[in-house]
């Protein structure tokens, strides 16, 4: 069907009077669309708008709308919808729903439109997000919860209901509940927000460290506490609260008992890297906790995401601790040093080769470049690069090309997650 462009074909079809036909068409559509190159085909050739067309059309809604959802499943044309009258006739049908369950496909197409920021903002135009926020909290909706989570990714008013989120972060509340509202307020990286009055006045200290503890509650909800730490660490005041309430050990014991898996990881790390930027909690991290000699243990993880925050936190340290500084120069020195004779051996068993480099292009970033100062014998020792910012396999950037965790550079700010950007796009929701 791909190959005798049956799509383009059916698109002809769609709408026509012929009832039967018009339901056939979709009904072939909708299967035709788990495919996701016959998807982007369906875009091509117009058929989002005439699919938006027949949402009004009781016969074909929800044909229309399950094929509907399978496009916004794509990142590529998530923002395309901005260009049709969807979303207004999606949040009028949301609306019309009243304290009826929403049903599957609605609710699942306006969560993956959600995370598209041109749409958020439709979504929350006049009273949008008021009146989600006002149905989810009233009906305890998880899923419309997921979708407002969706949307406060991005910059807006959904910092307008910080304190009715917290208030929802409770024991005797549903984990999948709590998972969304948690979520929604880990995203709300605002600069003067006052996030230890937030946790003061909704108690929220005891319950995050309480879902520290490995095994008190799923996984998910145990990183979005994670997450939240993160988020909350950017405040000076709080970060220092946090720290003197015992939630530093409690990562720790964490870390361990979640280090096979990345994700948990990498937050943790960047949990630590959000504290050392306060004198408060640089102090408890460096001198009462063996967090720095974790992060040296990390700093050659196989995942590119974990070594760079262990990286630009041991640098912090290193900045701050002569000793800690030391050891971690004397690590990078070891780790290199040990990359190096691995390469020069490796090349030297190859008999074909008759030069050590061919070329400029097969030199390495694990090759130190001392502009012709170190010694040829190799008898160098870790304090010769002590005052050396940019060497040990640290990254040079130029241009544009910046690290968004580099500090010597003309950004002010630190990056606002554990990735340095937020991003537009998250993972789709899916429904069975």
Not at 43 to 69: F, H, S, W
Request: charge should be negative; proline fraction near 3%.
């Amino acid at each position: 069907m791909a190959e005798v462009d049956t799509v383009e074909r059916l698109a002809r079809l769609v709408p026509c009077d012929h009832e039967d036909l018009l339901n056939l068409t979709l009904r072939l559509l909708l299967n035709l669309s788990f495919d996701s190159g016959l998807r982007a085909k369906m875009v091509e050739v117009g058929l989002l708008p005439k699919l938006t067309g027949l949402l009004g059309d009781e016969n074909n809604r929800q044909v229309a709308m399950r094929i509907l959802y399978h496009i916004s499943i794509d990142d590529r044309f998530k923002g395309m919808f901005v260009y049709t009258d969807c979303i207004p006739q999606l949040m009028q049908m949301l609306f019309e729903c009243g304290e009826e369950e929403i049903e599957a496909e609605l609710i699942s197409i306006c969560i993956n439109l959600a995370a598209n920021k041109r749409n958020a903002q439709l979504i929350c135009e006049g009273n949008g997000l008021k009146m989600l926020m006002k149905r989810a909290l009233k009906m305890k909706d998880c899923l419309l919860m997921k979708m407002i989570r969706n949307i406060s990714q991005h910059d807006g008013p959904t910092k307008d209901y910080v304190g009715d989120l917290a208030a929802e972060i409770r024991a005797e509340e549903e984990e999948e509940w709590v998972l969304e509202c948690l979520g929604t307020l880990a995203n709300l990286t605002i600069p003067d927000l006052d996030w230890e009055l937030v946790l003061k006045e909704y108690n929220l200290v005891p319950y995050l460290k309480d879902r520290l503890k490995p095994g008190s509650a799923e996984d998910d909800l145990i990183l979005e506490v994670v997450i939240m730490i993160g988020t909350v660490s950017m405040d000076d005041a709080c970060a220092a609260m946090l720290a003197k309430s015992g939630i530093i050990p409690a990562l720790i014991e964490l870390l361990n008992a979640q280090q096979e898996d990345d994700e948990f990881v990498c937050q943790i790390v960047y949990v630590f890297y959000q504290m050392v930027f306060h004198q408060a909690t640089r102090d408890v991290i460096i001198k009462d906790t063996q967090a720095p000699a974790y992060l040296i243990d990390l700093m050659h993880d196989k995942n590119a995401e974990i070594r760079k925050v262990c990286d630009n936190t041991l640098d912090i340290i290193a900045e701050y601790d002569d000793e800690w500084g030391r050891k971690i120069q004397s690590e990078k020195f070891r780790f290199h040093n040990n990359q190096w004779l691995e390469m020069v051996e490796s090349r030297q068993a190859d008999e074909s080769e008759t030069y050590l480099y061919d070329n400029d292009n097969d030199r390495t970033d694990l090759f130190y470049s001392a502009d012709g100062i170190t010694p040829a014998d190799g008898s160098v020792s870790p304090d010769f690069f002590s005052d050396l910012q940019a060497q040990n396999g640290d990254s040079h950037h130029t241009g544009d090309d910046k690290d968004v965790f580099d500090q010597t550079s003309s950004s002010p700010g630190r990056p606002a997650t554990a990735y340095g950007f937020r991003p537009d796009e998250q993972p789709f929701y899916q429904y069975s």
